[in-house]
Nanobody
Framework: QVHLVESGGGVAQAGGSLRLSCEVS????????TAWFRQAPGEERESVAT????????TYTDSVKGRFTISRDTGSNTVYLQMNSLKPEDTAVYYC???????????????????WGQGTQVTVSS
């Protein structure tokens, strides 16, 4: 059975950095696309960054461009989210997700992702 196991959340001060990790374990899943989503209290879950596993192509939501970087290690089936210059508005529960196939137009939608992590809390203090 496939599991996405996240780690690396915590508390950081504004301007600081955190790195999230998500290991895809179990089964023989090779993701087609992976993504990081986040959900702040009272808000809908939103896509933060996506990564095509084969090409390495990435997309970012506007609010994190230039600050966050999504990357992967194909050897360990791990996807990372490096978060720099953190802001209080980045506070949320962050989820990693993996899809076995997705139309590129849907990468930022929850719809194609059939595997999800349990979520990890990121809190940024001002």
């Amino acid at each position: 059975q496939v599991h996405l196991v996240e780690s690396g959340g915590g508390v950081a001060q504004a301007g600081g950095s955190l790195r999230l990790s998500c290991e895809v374990s179990g089964g023989t899943l090779v993701p087609y696309v992976t993504a990081w989503f986040r959900q702040a209290p009272g808000e809908e879950r939103e896509s933060v960054a996506t990564l095509n596993w084969n090409s390495g192509g990435t997309t970012y939501t506007d609010s994190v461009k230039g600050r966050f970087t999504i990357s992967r290690d194909t050897g360990s089936n791990t996807v990372y989210l490096q978060m720099n210059s953190l802001k209080p508005e980045d506070t949320a529960v962050y989820y990693c997700a993996a899809a076995t196939y997705a139309n590129p137009r849907t990468y930022s939608s929850e719809r194609p992702y059939n595997y999800w992590g349990q979520g990890t809390q990121v809190t940024v203090s001002s």
